[in-house]
């Protein structure tokens, strides 16, 4: 049965973050009131929300009100504990459910799940005790990363290793936690596909995004990405059958590397809205925060075609001083878009905002990203 939660009814968010507001900006356009719960007084969606719960995300009591007042809750963040959606799912409709979000938050499970799909991945080899390591030895190849296999973003929790005695000292240096051990493929470039796939199992599809990341952190995405229409295809079927194969329901994404030999190989599944999906706020008919909106409350998918070229630059923490940069060099732009999310405080790796730029084609796009990034860096 399709039921519809109407405009009007309320909203759960699990977590505060920039994606969570995103998202209560998109719920309350069409007219929906929004509770978000983050343990945080000053999150970015909490101090937009029709009501903050200020709670843990096992708080059941807290979790219990959030379920009497929700018509639906979904999540921006995918370190929410699975716990915490399968208690909801007790009271109220989750989406995405706690199965789909538990296969998500564990790197090795992750991989696992997306191979055994048949869609490649980097070659990896779990790493849960220093016992483990030697099986590195002439299964995966070196250049490779030993990464924590859980709550790691942005590139942390990571470390490069060039040699088996490189793994050991980064299995210390990581505090002897899970990890993943994987091979560094040599890359070409690398492209995300956002996609929303409703209750019925409908999907729409984004554009492919370019992305660019300095420091493991997502600098800028491309759009339209310049990757082949047979690579295209391809990163978006693999993507599709991913989300198929989670029974996902919402907005999510999957992130591709693109190998020096042409190959799509799945990087990570983002079991939410994602980064490389901001551009959809200015550039497509629908953004991928109205969409997360619509697959939540069972409404119509809406049209996710690109209206325009289009390039996102991250602003990070990095270009505050004293005082926050002056905006005037992306403001007095007639074809740029500035993005802030409200965050009080400014550190070094830390997302604050990100802009948009829409041209006629990507290349004009860079050349005024590029400079409009440049100054920003400031006087
Ligand atoms: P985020 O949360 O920002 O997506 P993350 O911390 O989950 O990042 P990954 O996506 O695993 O980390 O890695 C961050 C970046 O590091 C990748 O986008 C890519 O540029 C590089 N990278 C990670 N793993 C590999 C690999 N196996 N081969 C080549 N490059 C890699
Ligand atoms: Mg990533």
């Given at each position: 049965?399709?039921?519809q ?8 968010m ?5 994606l ?14 929004v509770?978000v719960?983050?343990?945080d007084?000053?999150?970015p ?10 709670a ?20 921006e ?18 989406r ?18 997306i ?13 849960r005790?220093r016992?483990?390591i030697?099986?590195?030895?002439g299964t995966?190849g ?8 859980t ?6 929790g ?11 000292i ?8 899970e990890?993943?051990?994987e091979q560094r493929i ?12 409703s ?6 599809n ?12 997502l600098?800028?995405t ?22 198929q194969?989670?029974?996902y329901?919402?907005t999510?994404?999957?992130e ?10 799945a ?6 809205p994602?980064?490389s ?8 008919r629908?953004?991928?925060?109205e969409?997360q909106v ?5 409404l ?33 732009e007639?074809n740029?878009?500035?993005h802030l999310y409200?965050?009080q ?23 005024q990203?590029d ?9």
């Amino acid at each position: 049965m399709n039921s519809q939660i109407l405009p009007g009814a309320t909203l759960g968010m699990l977590g505060g973050g920039q994606l969570g507001r995103m998202f209560t900006v998109a719920a309350q356009t069409m007219g929906y009131k929004v509770v978000v719960l983050d343990p945080d007084t000053n999150s970015p969606a909490g101090i937009i929300a029709d009501q903050h719960i200020c709670a843990a995300y096992d708080d059941q009591q807290a979790l219990s009100e959030m379920a009497d007042l929700c018509a639906a809750v979904t999540t921006e963040f995918e370190n929410i504990p699975a716990q915490t959606l399968a208690f909801l799912e007790q009271k109220t409709t989750v989406r995405p459910s706690s199965k789909a979000l538990a296969q998500t938050q564990n790197r090795n499970v992750e991989k696992q799940f997306i191979a055994s799909l048949g869609i490649a991945t980097a070659p990896f080899l779990p790493i849960r005790s220093r016992d483990d390591i030697a099986q590195a030895d002439g299964t995966i190849g070196f250049p490779a990363i030993l990464k924590v296999a859980t709550f790691g973003y942005d590139g942390k929790g990571q470390v490069p290793c060039d040699s088996l005695d490189d793994v050991y000292i980064a299995f210390d240096a990581l505090g002897e936690k899970e990890c993943v051990l994987e091979q560094r493929i040599k890359l070409d470039r690398e492209v995300s596909v956002v996609l929303a796939r409703s209750e019925t199992g409908s999907v729409t599809n984004f554009p492919v995004a370019e992305n660019v990341h300095i420091n493991g952190i997502l600098h800028s995405t491309t759009v339209p990405a310049s990757v082949s229409s047979e690579q295209s295809e391809k990163a978006i079927q693999m993507a599709n059958q991913i989300a198929q194969g989670l029974g996902y329901i919402g907005t999510m994404a999957v992130e591709f590397f693109v190998s020096t030999d042409g190959d799509i190989i799945a990087n990570e599944i983002a079991p939410r809205p994602h980064n490389s999906g901001h551009y959809t706020l200015d550039a497509c008919r629908t953004s991928q925060f109205e969409q997360q909106v619509r697959m939540l409350c069972g409404l119509p998918s809406g049209d996710c075609d690109l209206v325009t070229p289009v390039i996102m630059i991250n602003i990070l923490g990095d270009v505050w001083g004293n005082t926050q940069p002056n905006w005037d060099s992306l403001l007095t732009e007639p074809n740029v878009k500035l993005h802030l999310y409200g965050k009080q405080e400014a550190r070094v790796g830390r997302k604050m905002g990100h802009f948009n730029v829409l041209a006629a084609d990507t290349a004009s796009a860079m050349a005024q990203a590029d400079r409009l990034f440049d100054a920003l860096q400031g006087e």
